[in-house]
């Protein structure tokens, strides 16, 4: 059974930055998951922001957050931060640390998820003067 913890999220003004972090906690540990942080926001659906490949340490962004967000793996590997600097309004919503096994799914240059990733309960980002 895979469980992901989030924290960090919070409310900032246009301009500040915010750092969340995931833990998987897994029963047997395996090396080779994509790690995403998805987010639900307002105007959109579903967007996977950030993706990492614990397999290698590759990653991928949405178009939407390159160059303002950053993925990574800490020295304990079951955590993974997403970095969040120069954030916009439209960066508000609730982000969700997400596991698929095996390498990060894209579709037409998107992140995506199948039906058999595990989702944490999400942490909410607010982003407002």
């Known amino acids: 059974q895979v469980q992901l913890v989030e924290s960090g999220g919070g409310s900032v003004p246009p301009g500040g930055s915010l750092t969340l972090s995931c833990v998987v906690a897994?029963?047997?540990?395996?090396?080779?998951?994509?790690i995403q942080w998805f987010r639900q926001t307002p105007a959109k659906e579903r967007e996977g922001v950030a993706g990492?490949?614990?397999?290698?340490?590759?990653?991928v962004y949405a178009d939407s957050v390159k160059g303002r967000f950053s993925i990574s793996q800490g020295d304990a590997k079951n955590t993974v931060t997403l970095e969040m600097n120069s954030l916009k309004v439209e960066d508000t919503g609730t982000y969700y640390c997400?596991?698929?096994?095996?390498?990060?799914?894209?579709?037409?240059?998107?992140?995506?998820?199948?039906?058999?990733?595990?989702w944490g309960q999400g942490t909410q980002v607010t982003v407002s003067s």
């Open positions: 990492l490949y614990t397999a290698g340490g590759s990653t």
């Open positions: 997400v596991l698929e096994r095996g390498a990060c799914l894209l579709v037409h240059g998107n992140l995506e998820v199948t039906s058999g990733a595990y």
């Open positions: 897994e029963y047997t540990y395996s090396n080779n998951y994509c």
